[in-house]
């Protein structure tokens, strides 16, 4: 999910977001949630011989972001990709 901050710079000077995706979607989870989950995991029991599956929310496409994006700097947010 901090990766989108990558984009923060030509979202604020372009209005616009570069990434190598198309249309595709990816789906994200903050790093302060995969933190808090390994935490409880070795510090908690019954954890042993457990796997769990970190997800996010639903995979989202940059062309999302862009329009999310938006009302946080007042303007359209276009995106552009660069393959």
């Known amino acids: 999910m ?3 901050m990558m984009a923060a710079q030509t979202i604020a000077s372009d209005s616009m977001i ?3 995706m198309n249309d ?3 789906g994200m ?3 302060r949630d995969i933190v808090d989950a390994a935490t409880a995991v070795l510090t908690g029991s019954g954890h042993e ?3 769990y599956i970190l997800t996010g929310h639903p ?3 940059f062309a999302q972001f862009a329009r999310d994006f938006a009302p946080v700097f007042g303007s359209e947010v276009g995106q552009e990709n660069n393959n």
């Open 49 to 51: 011989a457990k796997s």
């Open 29 to 31: 989870i903050d790093v």
């Open 24 to 26: 595709g979607k990816i």
């Open 59 to 61: 995979a989202r496409s």
């Open 18 to 20: 570069y990434w190598d």
């Open 2 to 4: 901090q990766n989108t």
